[in-house]
């Protein structure tokens, strides 16, 4: 298989396919970018041997199953699932369908990983959109089960069937939800975070309380301002102000604390302070 995009998500996918036993190519434009892939990948695994999660052979397989590659069409020659994990621009998401579609075997099914956007609108770019499907992981996919599989206008049922069996593969909970802005997770997730934020600008509670009220009062096992803070604040700005668009309503519209926050470049976790400060971005 080929994975198109070596940042958070597109290394996570690699990483749980070659734990899964698929052969990986995980492609980027940039060769640091890649780089900086496959050490995490690496350091997730390590942490998996020492946990107990994964066996040291296990580990050592599937980092062998990974290659690193910058040329598109070496990337996805050959490969039965294709799998474009670049940031969420829907013209970028076309732009690296288009690119990829000329040089990928025809029975390959080509899927976009996607929180929010319209994989019917992705799809127009490639010549053959019945076999083109939506398959949002979660971050960090090597940890969470869930895989929603999304259908668009154009996407044929053996499309979806595929994708169920992908899924189980890598051992995932797949659930089919029909293309609608925000899907079933990232709708009910961002109202879920964007009202967290709004509690904590009114100050109904500090940012743990209001964690801790989620993570002990419903089981979630993390609260919604930690995890917008792994998410990363600039995505979920962004899905916000595109379901906001499509859906309308106020539980769409972003609290204004999370777009200075955005502003001032406290991104979460990955940029070492969002809701909460971290010792290692």
């Known amino acids: 298989m080929a994975v198109l995009g070596a940042g958070t998500m597109g290394r996570g996918i690699a990483q749980v396919a070659a734990q899964g036993g698929f052969e990986v190519r995980l492609r980027d434009v940039d060769p640091r970018q890649l780089n900086a892939a496959l050490a995490q990948i690496k350091a997730n695994l390590d942490k998996g041997v020492q946990l107990g999660k994964v066996t040291s052979g296990a580990a050592s397989q599937a980092l062998e199953r990974i290659r690193l590659q910058t040329d598109p069409g070496a990337a996805v020659r050959g490969a039965r699932w294709i799998i474009e994990a670049v940031p969420e621009d829907l013209e970028l998401k076309k732009g690296v369908l288009r690119e990829v579609e000329v040089h990928a075997d025809r029975d390959a099914i080509l899927a976009t990983n996607t929180s929010s956007l319209s994989i019917t609108k992705i799809a127009t770019a490639a010549k053959d959109p019945g076999r083109v499907v939506g398959l949002h992981f979660f971050n960090p996919p090597h940890l969470l089960k869930l895989l929603e599989i999304v259908r668009g206008e154009k996407t044929r049922p053996e499309t979806i069937e595929h994708s169920l069996g992908f899924a189980r593969a890598l051992g995932k909970e797949p659930i089919v939800v029909k293309d609608s802005p925000g899907f079933a997770s990232s709708r009910l997730g961002v109202v879920l975070g964007l009202e967290a934020i709004r509690m904590l600008e009114q100050g109904v509670a500090g940012a743990e309380d209001i964690d801790k009220a989620m993570e002990l ?44 926050l955005v502003r001032e470049g406290k991104l979460g976790k990955k940029a070492g302070a969002g809701f909460y400060s971290y010792k290692n971005p």
């Open 217 to 260: 009062g419903y089981q979630h096992p993390m609260g919604p301002l930690k995890l917008t803070d792994l998410v990363g604040l600039d995505v979920r700005l962004a899905i916000a102000e595109h379901l906001h668009k499509e859906l309308g309503g106020e539980q769409y519209r972003a609290p204004d604390v999370l777009r200075r």
